[in-house]
Protein backbone atom coordinates (compact mmCIF):
# COMPACT_ATOMS: atom_id res chain seq x y z
CA UNK A 1 0.00 0.00 0.00
CA UNK A 2 1.25 3.32 -0.60
CA UNK A 3 2.65 5.69 1.76
CA UNK A 4 0.12 8.86 2.35
CA UNK A 5 1.16 12.08 1.30
CA UNK A 6 3.69 10.21 -2.07
CA UNK A 7 1.55 11.22 -5.23
CA UNK A 8 1.75 7.40 -6.93
CA UNK A 9 -1.55 7.86 -8.93
CA UNK A 10 -2.71 10.35 -11.86
CA UNK A 11 -5.69 12.27 -12.01
CA UNK A 12 -7.31 13.57 -14.70
CA UNK A 13 -10.16 15.40 -15.93
CA UNK A 14 -13.63 14.46 -17.97
CA UNK A 15 -16.09 16.51 -19.54
CA UNK A 16 -19.55 16.04 -19.25
CA UNK A 17 -19.47 14.53 -22.49
CA UNK A 18 -16.74 12.43 -22.03
CA UNK A 19 -18.32 11.40 -18.90
CA UNK A 20 -22.39 10.57 -20.43
CA UNK A 21 -20.15 8.37 -23.06
CA UNK A 22 -18.28 6.13 -20.26
CA UNK A 23 -20.97 6.02 -17.35
CA UNK A 24 -20.97 2.36 -18.22
CA UNK A 25 -17.23 1.81 -17.38
CA UNK A 26 -16.78 4.11 -14.32
CA UNK A 27 -17.42 3.82 -11.03
CA UNK A 28 -19.17 7.52 -9.80
CA UNK A 29 -18.52 8.73 -6.75
CA UNK A 30 -19.86 12.39 -5.53
CA UNK A 31 -18.58 13.62 -2.95
CA UNK A 32 -21.03 16.18 -1.99
CA UNK A 33 -23.09 16.66 0.89
CA UNK A 34 -25.72 14.18 1.08
CA UNK A 35 -28.45 16.65 0.63
CA UNK A 36 -26.92 18.02 -1.99
CA UNK A 37 -26.24 14.82 -3.56
CA UNK A 38 -30.24 13.85 -2.79
CA UNK A 39 -31.33 17.17 -5.27
CA UNK A 40 -29.70 15.84 -8.07
CA UNK A 41 -26.61 13.73 -9.13
CA UNK A 42 -25.22 11.49 -12.00
CA UNK A 43 -27.21 8.25 -12.60
CA UNK A 44 -25.35 5.59 -10.54
CA UNK A 45 -22.82 8.15 -8.37
CA UNK A 46 -22.39 6.45 -5.05
CA UNK A 47 -22.30 9.49 -1.93
CA UNK A 48 -19.05 9.68 -0.62
CA UNK A 49 -19.08 13.29 1.34
CA UNK A 50 -15.92 14.77 0.91
CA UNK A 51 -15.65 14.81 5.13
CA UNK A 52 -15.79 11.01 4.79
CA UNK A 53 -13.40 10.74 1.78
CA UNK A 54 -10.15 8.96 4.13
CA UNK A 55 -12.91 6.43 5.71
CA UNK A 56 -13.74 5.13 2.12
CA UNK A 57 -10.34 4.61 0.86
CA UNK A 58 -9.72 0.98 1.09
CA UNK A 59 -13.73 0.34 -0.95
CA UNK A 60 -11.87 2.79 -3.54
CA UNK A 61 -8.65 1.49 -4.16
CA UNK A 62 -10.90 -1.95 -4.59
CA UNK A 63 -13.17 -0.43 -6.99
CA UNK A 64 -10.32 1.34 -9.13
CA UNK A 65 -8.67 -2.18 -8.86
CA UNK A 66 -11.92 -3.12 -11.02
CA UNK A 67 -11.66 0.07 -13.18
CA UNK A 68 -11.70 3.81 -13.26
CA UNK A 69 -13.11 6.04 -11.02
CA UNK A 70 -14.83 9.58 -11.80
CA UNK A 71 -14.76 11.98 -9.19
CA UNK A 72 -17.91 14.50 -8.82
CA UNK A 73 -18.84 17.46 -7.17
CA UNK A 74 -21.37 20.71 -7.73
CA UNK A 75 -18.69 22.93 -9.79
CA UNK A 76 -15.11 20.20 -10.00
CA UNK A 77 -13.48 22.38 -6.69
CA UNK A 78 -14.51 19.57 -4.06
CA UNK A 79 -13.94 16.64 -6.48
CA UNK A 80 -10.26 18.34 -7.79
CA UNK A 81 -9.52 18.16 -4.04
CA UNK A 82 -10.92 14.58 -3.47
CA UNK A 83 -8.53 13.32 -6.40
CA UNK A 84 -5.32 14.59 -4.86
CA UNK A 85 -6.58 13.00 -1.57
CA UNK A 86 -6.91 9.66 -4.12
CA UNK A 87 -3.85 10.53 -6.07
CA UNK A 88 -2.04 10.52 -2.93
CA UNK A 89 -3.06 6.93 -1.59
CA UNK A 90 -2.17 5.91 -4.75
CA UNK A 91 -5.69 5.95 -6.39
CA UNK A 92 -6.38 7.32 -9.90
CA UNK A 93 -9.31 9.04 -10.27
CA UNK A 94 -10.43 11.31 -12.90
CA UNK A 95 -13.02 14.45 -11.80
CA UNK A 96 -15.95 15.90 -13.74
CA UNK A 97 -14.64 19.48 -14.62
CA UNK A 98 -17.74 21.84 -13.86
CA UNK A 99 -19.10 19.37 -11.79
CA UNK A 100 -22.92 18.50 -11.94
CA UNK A 101 -23.63 22.17 -13.16
CA UNK A 102 -21.80 21.09 -15.98
CA UNK A 103 -23.66 17.73 -16.32
CA UNK A 104 -27.21 19.17 -16.10
CA UNK A 105 -25.89 22.24 -18.39
CA UNK A 106 -25.08 19.70 -21.34
CA UNK A 107 -28.89 18.58 -20.67
CA UNK A 108 -27.75 15.21 -19.15
CA UNK A 109 -30.00 13.64 -16.55
CA UNK A 110 -30.14 13.43 -12.67
CA UNK A 111 -31.05 11.12 -10.31
CA UNK A 112 -33.57 12.56 -7.28
CA UNK A 113 -34.91 10.00 -4.71
CA UNK A 114 -38.55 10.37 -4.38
CA UNK A 115 -40.10 13.04 -1.75
CA UNK A 116 -35.79 14.86 -1.78
CA UNK A 117 -35.86 18.98 -1.90
CA UNK A 118 -33.71 20.62 -3.41
CA UNK A 119 -30.58 22.26 -1.74
CA UNK A 120 -28.44 25.07 -2.66
CA UNK A 121 -24.78 23.86 -3.95
CA UNK A 122 -22.23 24.76 -1.27
CA UNK A 123 -20.39 27.36 -2.87
CA UNK A 124 -23.89 29.28 -3.41
CA UNK A 125 -24.52 28.53 0.31
CA UNK A 126 -20.80 29.71 0.78
CA UNK A 127 -21.34 33.06 -1.01
CA UNK A 128 -24.52 33.71 0.38
CA UNK A 129 -23.17 33.22 4.65
CA UNK A 130 -19.82 35.21 3.76
CA UNK A 131 -21.52 37.91 1.91
CA UNK A 132 -24.07 38.34 4.64
CA UNK A 133 -21.70 38.65 7.44
CA UNK A 134 -19.46 41.03 5.63
CA UNK A 135 -22.46 43.19 4.69
CA UNK A 136 -23.54 42.69 8.65
CA UNK A 137 -20.68 43.43 9.79
CA UNK A 138 -20.51 46.50 8.30
CA UNK A 139 -23.77 48.20 9.21
CA UNK A 140 -23.34 47.24 12.78
CA UNK A 141 -19.65 49.32 12.27
CA UNK A 142 -22.05 52.22 12.33
CA UNK A 143 -23.43 51.40 15.59
CA UNK A 144 -20.80 49.79 17.26
CA UNK A 145 -17.25 51.01 15.96
CA UNK A 146 -14.83 48.06 15.61
CA UNK A 147 -17.26 45.46 14.41
CA UNK A 148 -16.11 46.02 10.60
CA UNK A 149 -13.39 43.92 11.82
CA UNK A 150 -15.51 40.67 11.75
CA UNK A 151 -16.30 41.69 7.45
CA UNK A 152 -12.17 41.88 7.47
CA UNK A 153 -11.64 38.56 9.04
CA UNK A 154 -14.61 36.90 6.56
CA UNK A 155 -12.24 38.45 3.53
CA UNK A 156 -9.54 36.91 5.13
CA UNK A 157 -11.06 33.57 5.21
CA UNK A 158 -12.01 33.73 1.79
CA UNK A 159 -8.77 34.55 0.65
CA UNK A 160 -7.28 31.66 2.67
CA UNK A 161 -9.90 29.69 1.65
CA UNK A 162 -9.05 30.45 -2.14
CA UNK A 163 -5.18 29.90 -1.87
CA UNK A 164 -5.17 26.79 0.09
CA UNK A 165 -8.26 25.55 -1.99
CA UNK A 166 -10.22 24.41 1.25
CA UNK A 167 -13.20 26.02 2.79
CA UNK A 168 -13.93 25.42 6.63
CA UNK A 169 -17.48 27.65 5.94
CA UNK A 170 -18.20 25.22 3.44
CA UNK A 171 -17.65 22.41 5.95
CA UNK A 172 -19.54 23.56 8.78
CA UNK A 173 -21.99 23.97 6.83
CA UNK A 174 -22.26 20.75 4.94
CA UNK A 175 -23.15 19.79 8.80
CA UNK A 176 -25.99 21.50 8.93
CA UNK A 177 -29.17 19.27 8.78
CA UNK A 178 -30.87 20.65 6.04
CA UNK A 179 -27.11 19.87 3.94
CA UNK A 180 -27.54 16.31 5.49
CA UNK A 181 -30.63 15.55 3.70
CA UNK A 182 -34.06 13.36 5.03
CA UNK A 183 -31.64 10.54 5.27
CA UNK A 184 -27.91 11.20 5.81
CA UNK A 185 -25.28 9.27 3.75
CA UNK A 186 -25.31 5.64 4.70
CA UNK A 187 -21.82 5.20 4.18
CA UNK A 188 -21.32 1.72 5.39
CA UNK A 189 -24.04 0.27 2.53
CA UNK A 190 -21.87 2.40 -0.22
CA UNK A 191 -18.88 1.11 1.19
CA UNK A 192 -20.20 -2.38 0.74
CA UNK A 193 -21.64 -1.59 -2.93
CA UNK A 194 -18.28 -0.72 -3.98
CA UNK A 195 -16.28 -3.47 -2.61
CA UNK A 196 -18.57 -6.11 -4.66
Known amino acids: MPTPNTATAVSSALTADQLRSRLEQLTVIDVRSPG???????PG???????????ALPA????AGRGELAVVCASGSRSQTACKQLAEAGIPAATLIGGTSAWTAAGNPVNRPAGARRVWAMDRQVRLVAGSLVAVGVLLDLAVPGLRWVSAAVGGGLVFSALSNTCAMGNLLGRLPFNRGTASCDLDTTLAALKR
Open 60 to 63: LRDA
Open 45 to 55: AHNIPLDRLKQ
Open 36 to 42: EYASGHV
